[in-house]
Nanobody
Framework: QVRLVESGGGLVQAGGSLRLSCTASGSRFSINSMAWYRQPPGKQRELVAASTSDGSTNYADSVRGRFTISRDNAKNTLYLQADSLKPEDTAVYYC???????????????????WGPGTLVTVSS
């Protein structure tokens, strides 16, 4: 199994910055793509930024130019540097990963999608 744990959320004033981290743990797995999603209060979950296995990235229009996604593959860790934060960035931020879990026999290898429990980011005006 693969487990994701986010950290780095908190309360910040508008214009400030936060760095979120997401670390994957488990045994016999590899990570393909990873992404950050967020769910503002009373709204649906939305994609913030994604990092694919080939190193490409993409961002939601609302955060492009302010947020930066990066990965440390050796540490199985995903980061989100969030700068120039706005009150509308307030949300629970979730880490998502598409991974392969390897069995003792390759015919039982599985593609899985994993979510972290989320970390709350609150931006005050």
């Amino acid at each position: 199994q693969v487990r994701l744990v986010e950290s780095g959320g908190g309360l910040v004033q508008a214009g400030g910055s936060l760095r979120l981290s997401c670390t994957a743990s488990g045994s016999r797995f590899s990570i393909n793509s990873m992404a950050w999603y967020r769910q503002p209060p009373g709204k649906q979950r939305e994609l913030v930024a994604a990092s694919t296995s080939d190193g490409s990235t993409n961002y939601a229009d609302s955060v492009r130019g302010r947020f930066t996604i990066s990965r440390d593959n050796a540490k199985n860790t995903l980061y989100l540097q969030a700068d120039s934060l706005k009150p509308e960035d307030t949300a629970v931020y979730y880490c998502n990963a598409q991974a392969v879990v390897y069995a003792l026999s390759s015919k039982y290898d599985r593609n899985v999608e994993v979510w972290g429990p989320g970390t709350l980011v609150t931006v005050s005006s």
